[in-house]
Every structure is written in C-alpha cells, then in structure tokens.
C-alpha cells in the first residue's frame, strides 16, 4: 500500500483572487532570501512579498508594512483560495518553494492560460492543481473575478468540471496520470520503487553499454 | 531496453530522441515514463528538504557515485579564510552546514566551501568532466540547461524530483517536442554568444519553446567556443525550454579530454566512438524550427524586467505603443515604470549604478578574457558604486590569476571576489538596493533579482566591461 504525500485533491470550491499580469515569474512568487530555509514549510505569508508588502521582507519579519493596492490583500479576497493568472504563469526558477508557498497560503489551485515546464511539474508533486484554459475563457473569468462582490468556483477534478457562481462552466483538459496523482496523493517514489527490478535490469544494460559513466 | 528498440527503428533520430530512448528504463503502472539519471547535481538550497524526505522514509541513495555536490548559491563571496563559521548570514551558514552534514552521511562527493573546485554548479560540473555527451543530468537550478552544450540531455528540476533522483535514479518524465533552432551567419567584433542567445529569445518570447527541447544548430553556434555554446544552452530555460542541446563535434572532444571525470585510456576512445553516433541523422523531424541570421546582430541589452525584453545597443528604450496588443503595451508600461526609464532614450546614454560579470552564464575563463581586454589600461567610472567579477569557480579564479587578469581588474577598480552565484540572485550580500541600476552577466532581470527593486539589463561580459569603464550602457565596439 502507497502512502499518501500530500492532501489529496478531488473537489474544492472557493473564492477566486485575480492576478491579472502575464509572466509571472517564480522569484515573484517567492522572492530569494526565503529560499536560505532549510524547511518546506514557514512559505505562506512571503508569498508574493515584494507584491503584498511595501517593505523588503526577510525571514521571520513581522510588522510587515501592508501594500493596500495589491490584490492579495483586498479584504474581500482574504480567504480566497483559487487563484486565476494569465500566461506563462511560475517561469523562472525552478525553485519548489513556489509551489510550497501558494499552498501554504491557502490556494489550492490556479487557473491560467499556461505555465512554466517545471512550475507545472512541481505542482502535481505537492497536490496543487494548475488548470490551463482557453485566453478567451481565462478573460471571462477575469471580468466576473473583479466584480464588486467575489466570485466563487466550483472545481471538479474527477469530472474535469469548473462552474462559477456568475455561471460560467466550462471543462479542462488534464493528462489521466496527473489526474490520478493529485486524486491519490500517492507517493512519487514509492510508485517508483514497485519498480526496482526494472530500474536495476536497466542499469546493468546500461553499464556494459555505456561502461565509462560508471565509476563505482 | 528502450535503445534496442529505437535502434530498429528506421525513422531518423535528433540526439535528444537518441538520448531520450537509450535512457528509457520503462512506463510505470501509472503510465508515466522513468529516464534514468546518469549524474546528478545538487547545491546547498534545493536540497535540504529533499534529504529530510529521504530520512524520514528511510530511504538511501540509489547510486551514490552519480552525484556531486557544491555550495554555490547563498554563500559569501569575500573572504573564507574562517571557512563555514565566517558565513555571517546565520540561516545561510545552517543551510550550508546542512549540506556538508547531508553529503558526510550520504558519502556524496562534495567540493565544499574551502575546496579549489568549488563553484558554481554549472561551471564546475563541465570543467569537471562530470558533465559529458550522451549523458541525462538533473539539479535542483532551472539552469541545469547549460549542459546541453555538451550533447547531454540536461534539465532543472524540483526539490521532489531532486528525492525522487536520489532514491530512485530516475525521473518521472514525458517526452517533450523536438524544436530546431539554426543560428546562422558570423558573429561580428564585439558580439558573442550572449547577445545571440539574448536576441533569440527576444524573436521567440519568454515562453517561445515551452514544452520542446531545444536543439541548437547551424554555423555561428559550432563556431563558438565550448563557453560561449554554454551560455547559449544557459538561458534555453529563458525562452520556455527546459533543456536546450548542441552536438558533438572534435572542439567539444577537444575540450572534454584528460577532464578529472572524464574516461581515460581505451574507455575514452570507446565513449568518442559513441558519442559521435549520438548526432542527429539526417532528414530527422522537428516539431518546431526557427532561423536566426547573427551577421547583422548589434550587442544586445535587456530593457525590461523579463529576458524577452531586449533591444539593440545602438536603439532607443521603446514605448508601450511599439507592442501589438494591449496586453504586452500593458506589461512594457509596468516593466518601463519598474525600470525608471522613458520611451525613446538612448540605451547607450542610461546611467549606471553597479556593473556585475559573473554567473552560471558568463563566469567561465573565456568571459574574464574577454572583458579584461575591454578594461585593459582603463578605469571603472568614478561615480559607479561597486563593479564586481565573481569568477565562476575557484579553478575559474586559479587561471585568470595565473593569466594576470586579476590585476587588471583590479588596476582599473574591480571587486576580485571569491565564487559563486553572487549578484545573480543576490541571495548573499551582493547585491542591488532599491532603485540601483547594474549591468549584469546574468540571466534574469525578473523585479528584485538582484535586489529589492533593484534594476538589471542583462549583457555580454564585453558589454558590461564597457558599461564599466564609461558608467553608463556602452556599445563595447566603440571601446575595442
């Protein structure tokens, strides 16, 4: 039996922050200096810090001064945890601290046009779902995300469903193996290692093949 | 298993579709591909909470010998003479600390604060001969890509992955598109790899090959040095790919040869005879294909906050209503706002606060020559506040002061520091402060990089070199 390594993700409905800048780029993310942590947790109130506060962040600091213009800290977003983005969202850094800080913040999943290769790969590691979907439906969403009162979305991974409280539905497209994973939250490695024999089978081949990449 | 099969495939092959097949161990339950991981790298910030899961699980190391560890990313770049103890960053100091625990009881090699060897991962690795063609390497940095230069499949990973490497030897991977990038033509005076690779991805955008492996060709790239191919396959990340690769030619060999790591004696002639073969056949299929003409190319600089935004040196700071849709009119206003600047400026008349030259993209030996024959005789202008080399490692440093360079950089008022990432990032104490604007050898210049509101044009170590000496972005052809 494989143990579980993250919350596993089925059905989440929530309210929807919109951060509406294309490209944005994991140092935005989670900024450098709270990469000098030896831990996966603590990431959550850095998220976005050079964004949400006015002052430069570092590690442990409180009496942080609070940017009011920043969408995160729009009181009614407060407990918002989906969040909507445009293109090439988490490109840059392959840093996983990205991935760790938006769960930890409480966001659940991201709904965006696309993302960066390895920000879309780490995603599926910790249990964070990033939905991709159409510009023009991406831009819907936008539109009702910044109406005077929150939208909230239902998101449905076994059906591939998402419906708005503005009544936008639509479905999305996710690989059936990825799917699976977030839905088990089954350990990556464990899932690996039923295939030992395999791996070693491999690499004898591999050693008589290609003898000079083995100095052991 | 998997190369026999594609070996009895008629179809022409590109070296990554050889390099993918022969490093296919099989399809999991779950329908996911494992690759098998031939070295892996590993620095001090990814990896802690990958060991920690190792741990917890009690799992050991797969394949001990395949890893190699550095510290590279947060330490201090001045004096180590008190080794570890003198990191005066006290979380830094703990995650290097971690590092040297994690490797003495994994029993990973390790190059450590204190060793020559140590340095940035991607400039140790290659003058290592621990990166060699054919080969699938991973680590923990998105710029894992710049040992494609080599005919290696090599891309960035997470910290799962990085646990997942080191217990298993694989990575759990999908096959990305084939895309085929032609450089064509013949640098001129005073523009090298990193205004090529600028000037790309300025033509493709920042997500131009997003899910495809790039495979770079043509004349002007086997024209450049082992460096300069290296600088190129860097920034492959910057443009969307996760790995970017170049084939084996006899320079690479050449280069390659006697390496500590590399294959010795009739190993190494056999290991020759491979690679060779691993080039792409003739007639092989691209999903994607994009030609680049440099014989015209001016030296590039980075105008905006994301490496797409790049004009010519000799050009004006453009406006938002130079971009086709609105979306990007909106991105250029934020990025000119952040960066303190004004449409139709003269790039070359842009004042500077601080000028950098190092990094996994433009640290090695042939970048410190490069700019040291622009800085030759001349002085660093007198209102810049700091102008740093950051030599990628400490064989890096070792040769450009057996080469003099040392003193002519600091003859004319450069900072001569100690390896690492530095100002890159700026994870350490090198770095930008708010509204400070640098000429940089780096790679991204994303809001806070290199600071907190700092402001970063990305350039050519000539380019920044100029910078230097005049104060302000400077077209280096004018100095040579």
């Keep these: 039996m494989v143990s579980t390594a993250f919350p596993v993700f089925t059905h989440h409905s929530g309210i929807v922050v919109p951060l509406d800048r294309a490209n944005v780029d994991t140092d935005q993310i989670i900024p450098k200096q709270f ?66 800080a938006i769960l930890q913040h409480g966001i659940r999943c991201v709904l965006a046009p696309s993302y960066a290769d390895i920000f879309y790969n780490n995603s599926f590691n910790n249990g964070l779902l990033p939905i991709v979907l159409e510009e023009s439906l991406i831009d819907r969403l936008f539109i009702e995300a910044m109406q005077p009162s929150p939208m909230t979305l239902e998101v449905d991974l076994a059906q591939q469903t998402i419906s708005s409280s503005g009544g936008i539905t639509a479905t999305f497209d996710i690989d059936s193996t990825r799917k699976h994973r977030l839905m088990t939250g089954m350990d990556n490695i464990a899932l690996t290692l039923e295939h030992q024999a395999l791996i070693e089978e491999f690499e004898i081949t591999h050693r008589l093949r290609m003898p000079w990449l083995f100095s052991d | 298993m998997g190369c026999k099969t594609s070996v009895l495939k008629a179809d022409p092959q590109t070296i990554y579709d050889k390099i993918w097949s022969c490093h296919l161990v099989g399809t999991r339950s779950d329908g996911l591909d494992l690759l098998y991981i031939d070295r892996h790298l590993l620095h001090e910030v990814t990896s802690p909470q990958a060991f920690e899961g190792l741990k917890l699980a009690q799992r050991q190391p797969w394949r001990r010998a395949s890893n190699l560890a550095t510290v590279d990313h947060a330490i201090p770049t001045t004096d180590r003479s008190n080794g570890v103890s003198g990191i005066q960053d006290s979380i830094a100091r703990e995650q290097v600390i971690t590092l040297d625990q994690n490797c003495r009881e994994f029993q990973i090699e390790y190059f450590d604060l204190l060793d020559a060897r140590q340095g940035i991962v991607h400039v140790v690795g290659p003058e290592q001969g621990a990166t060699l063609p054919g080969m699938t390497i991973v680590c923990g940095d998105s710029h894992t890509s710049t040992h494609g230069a080599f005919g290696a499949l090599a891309h960035g990973i997470g910290t799962s992955e990085v646990e997942h490497v080191l217990a298993t030897q694989c990575l759990v991977q999908q096959k990305s598109k084939n895309f085929m990038i032609e450089i064509s033509g013949d640098l001129g005076p005073g523009v090298y790899a990193k205004d090529l690779i600028l000037a790309l991805i300025r033509l493709i955008g920042t997500a131009g090959a997003t899910g495809h492996t790039i495979e770079y060709t043509g004349k002007a790239i086997y024209d450049l040095s082992i460096e300069g191919r ?4 860097n920034m492959s990340i910057e443009g969307g790919a996760r790995a970017g690769l170049i084939g084996i030619d006899d320079k690479l060999i050449e280069y390659l040869e006697a390496r500590p790591f590399a294959p010795k004696g009739t190993l190494w002639n056999e290991a020759v005879d491979y690679w060779f073969t691993l080039n792409t056949d003739d007639a092989a299929c691209y999903d994607q294909h994009r030609v680049l003409d440099v014989s015209q190319l001016s030296p590039q600089v980075s105008w905006g906050t994301n490496p797409e935004m790049v004009v010519d040196i000799d050009a004006t700071i453009p406006a938002p209503t130079d971009f086709s849709d609105a979306n990007n009119a909106e991105i250029a206003e934020r990025s000119l706002s952040y960066m303190g600047l004004t449409p139709g400026m003269a790039v070359n008349e842009i004042q500077l ?9 433009n640290s090695r030996i042939e970048d410190l020559r490069e700019a040291s024959k622009v800085v030759k005789g001349r002085k660093v202008a007198s209102h810049l506040k700091g102008a740093y080399i950051v030599p990628g490692s400490g064989l890096v440093k070792r040769q450009a002061e057996q080469e003099g360079l040392d003193e002519v950089f600091k003859n004319a008022g450069f900072e001569w520091r100690e390896p690492g990432c530095s100002m890159c990032l700026a994870m350490n104490d090198d770095r930008l402060y708010p509204g400070e604007r640098c000429a940089s050898t780096s790679n991204r210049n994303f809001e806070g990089r290199q600071g907190h509101q700092g402001r970063t044009h990305l350039v050519s170590p000539a380019t920044a070199a100029a910078s230097a000496i005049r104060g302000t972005l400077t077209d280096v052809r004018e100095l040579l």
């Design chain 2, 353 to 361: 606060d601080k000028v950098f030259i190092g990094s996994c993209t």
């Design chain 1, 35 to 100: 990469l000098k942590s030896i831990k996966r947790t603590g990431f959550g109130e850095n998220l976005f810090d050079s964004w949400r506060y006015l002052d430069e962040g570092t590690i442990g600091k409180s009496n942080r001064l609070v940017n009011r213009e920043f969408v995160l800290n729009d009181p009614k977003f407060k407990e918002a945890s989906i969040l909507l983005a445009r293109r090439n969202f988490g490109c840059g850094s392959s840093r996983e601290h990205a991935v760790w």
């Design chain 2, 230 to 233: 290296m600088t190129v396959c």
